[in-house]
């Protein structure tokens, strides 16, 4: 059974990196890589951890999921890092909801875009970012050196705070 969502800490990396190396073999970041993204102060990363049910017994610390953004302060935009779902927890919501816990932190933070970087041959992922409402604007060919695939650029536009009333809206300076 998943359990909700929570913040990761760093004894969340190995569980991240069983499902990290599954999840993108020739792709997947180094242990060492993770570790500094979870580290890293500017970034802000959820998993989804697995808790034991009736039917199935969950290892404690086993994760079904995670997904990870940055952004730098005040910065108008925000970079989904990753997102990877266990096979056997996928096409049940997670990663709809890990992607949504990642948009709502770039709303907190105020960002007005959110990007992201999908493998050309990864049409399940596409399909689930343009079902939220991402849209493609960008190739980048090559960008996977694995296999030399090429990266599509897809970006999500978010609606900034509306001022306070009274306030100016823009202005010169
Ligand atoms: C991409 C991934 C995170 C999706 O996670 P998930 O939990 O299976 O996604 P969800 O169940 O929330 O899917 C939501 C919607 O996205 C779309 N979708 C997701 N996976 C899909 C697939 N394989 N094929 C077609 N559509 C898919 C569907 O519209 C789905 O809704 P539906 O199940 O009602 O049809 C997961 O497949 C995964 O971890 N893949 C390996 C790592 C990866 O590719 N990460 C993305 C890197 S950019």
Redesign the pocket.
Known sequence: MVAPLRRATALDLDAIMVIENA??HADAWSRVAMGRELANPLTFYVVAPLIADDEVPAVPGSLA?YAGLFSLPDGPQADVQ????AES??????????IAALIAEARARGVAELF????AD????Q??YE?LGFIAIDTRPGYYHSDNMTAIVMVLALETPAPHRGEPVGGAR
């Open positions: 999840s993108f999921g990753t997102i990877a779902v927890a996928r096409r049940q919501g997670l990663g709809r909801t890990l992201l970087d999908v493998r990864n049409l399940g992922a399909a689930l079902s």
